[in-house]
């Protein structure tokens, strides 16, 4: 049956359209990893996290620290900034580290080790550990995609000398990172956002969570009227500090709002992990006899933060989707321009045809089974039109 729009709109990341839904206040999770690490600093996001949590592993000046070959591009630009040299290594086609690459790239040069575990899924570290010892390097955990994610009871983050996580990537807040270091040493501490970056950032969520339970009337007016409100004060919403996929400097000067811990206080990690992990696996049922599914199993311990399918042609894909009120995305399309063209080759394909769904815990058993019909819509929609163009160059 061929899912039809209804009006409300599936979001790809958590927003405020299910505040009522959400636990009351507590301080349950203070008691979950990374939070109740007493080196725990919050920043901006997560590149400030690295950017001010490199400077206490006391990595030797312009020394230089190996990275994966896929990666968003701001971690990148943190770790330039930070004044060091960059060495990429071989990820493989399961987005698993290459070890017998990452050996190969070694020399005196290389100070630290930066490991990215993928989609909330956790990369084996016991050998990179042991690799990490042996050579005296620096272990740093890109957790940014994996908050609340363990490995055989370990938490992700908890093995590196410097872990850090994007927390609003999760969790319905506007912006926030954390960083977490094992020689015990805070990160830097860092004035609060500037509130009128929180103030917007918190709108985004308001007019998310409106198009998300159905208002997107009441949206439309609202950006409209916020429109209005900021060309009458001549207000540019650019040159406001806000969290994405683009580097911008200016934000490696601030930390978090005070803000974003109140609204940790409507959160329990249990809640949002069991939920997380029931949406992928429900959608995974739907999805893995149709679709390419690089991740069908979830192991035990992991939080996932999307469900990334492989589609062709990813962007109308993702178009399509979009009609049916089905939000979809692609964070990591571009390489890095300082990585060698033969190891962003190898990374093409993730990079044009990943495609990310929701299951974030916002989203019920029905929500789920809407997502996986606008995807197999799509899917048939794609098939019959390649059957009729088959027939037409038949009859030519």
Known sequence: MELKPNGSVIPLCPTWSHLARLPGWS????????????TGTWTFSGRVALYHGVATLNLPPQSTVLVPSYH????????????HRLRYYRVNEQLR????????RLDDTVSALYV??????PQPLEGVRRLCESRRLKLIEDCALSLFSRDNGTWLGSAGDLALFSVYKTLPVPHGGFLVTKSGQAGTALPPAPRASTF??????????????GWGRVESWAAQASHQFANAIGWNRRQTICSGSDWDPRMLEYGASPWVARLMRFMDP????????????RLASHLRSHVSCPFPDLPAGTCPLFFPIMVPDRRSFHD???????????????SHPTCPPELAEEMAGWRRDCLELPIHQELSAAHIDRVAAAVLTVLARRAHGDDRRLLATEKA
Do not use: C
Not at 200 to 213: E, K, T
């Open 27 to 38: 301080t349950k999770w203070r008691e979950w990893f990374p939070f109740n690490d007493r």
């Open 72 to 83: 968003q591009g701001v971690e990148i630009d943190a770790l330039l900034a930070a004044g």
């Open 97 to 104: 580290i290459d070890v017998a690459d990452l050996e190969q």
């Open 116 to 121: 990215t575990h993928y989609f909330g899924f």
């Open 200 to 213: 917007v950032q918190m709108g985004d969520l308001l007019q998310q969570g409106l198009r998300a339970s």
């Open 270 to 281: 249990e809640v949002v992990v069991a939920r997380r992990r029931a949406n992928y696996a």
């Open 320 to 334: 399509d989707l979009e009609k049916l009120g089905v939000q979809s995305g692609n964070w990591w399309e571009i």
